[in-house]
């Protein structure tokens, strides 16, 4: 009477094992089945008389063989060290997990358990679905970081673009469209600079403000397009004659100007010099003109007590309209 109640408990046991979900095995010491449940037997296509108890494990290997429960490979995607010592567990004595993929698709986990008396005892899942979500999340992963990495990309071409576009807008605002010099604005910044520079240190500079001669005519009997050549050509020529610390720029319509630090007006007046001499050789270039065009330039020097360079330009201008009125092509110092 007393060992009902535990052959009843044995009994449910055995039930509730034989209607697991998850495939159940148990090897002896030896590599041999003791037990197999339904989900296991369906898992493989197994018959009962195929994993039936004493039947060894690698009898089963051939099995599966003939059934095609062949197994391509492990979470690696290959037949690593732990795969082998895994597949005869209990060769090796081992615990743990270990997920492979069979040649049908289906993802199956096989977790070994080692009993007190060396016998295994075997848990197997089918993970598919799992490992399919797993893969389906990777590669939204993979999507939004291969989308991430594009946007930051997009993001640093568009700021690298409008830093470029930023710099292109600054320069067109300080440069003069057509000779590609400083224009008024940019001339004067750079000048008021060189001004502050003088008026903390004592540095002097002069100043020389240049006009074409009979330019009005020049437009009106050859076309603006050769005006616009004849500016293009004095650019040029002030800068073939001018350096780096030298400040130049188109003033207004046909006036130009250029900025000479730590120079004096008689310094300055060689390099006025040069600039017509090399004006001329390029507008002999224009082929030959009835009027050819000339210079006027006036040149001041920075004096203490102006209080800004355009102070300086006011004498300059009244140095350029003397040659002007004295008969123009001339280089004239201011006197005032």
Sequence with gaps: MSNLPLNKNHSVLVDAVENMVEGMVTYDSNGCLLTSNQAFRDMYSYTELQAAPGVHCDQLGIIDVLLGNAIVGDENGGFGNDFFKRKWAYREKLEGSLTVKMQDGRWIRTTDRLMP??????????????????????????????????????????????????????????????????????????????????????????????DVDNFKCVNDSYGHLLGDQVLILLANAIESITGPSHIIGRIGGDEFAILLPELSSREAKVRAEQLSVCFIEKINTLGLLILKPTLSIGIEQYRYGDKDAKSVMTRADEALYSAKINGRGRIMLSTN
């Design 117 to 210: 008396n060396d016998s295994i005892v075997s848990v197997h899942v089918d993970v598919t679905d799992l490992k399919h979500a797993q893969e389906k999340i990777q590669k939204t992963q993979k999507e939004l970081a291969d989308l991430n990495v594009n946007l930051e990309h997009q993001i640093a071409e568009r700021t690298m673009a409008l830093i470029q576009a930023k710099k292109l807008a600054e320069q067109q605002a300080r440069t003069d469209a057509l000779t590609g010099i400083n224009n008024r604005r940019a001339f004067f910044e750079s000048a008021t600079v060189i001004h502050q520079k003088a008026l903390n240190l004592g540095m002097e500079y002069a100043l020389l403000v240049i």
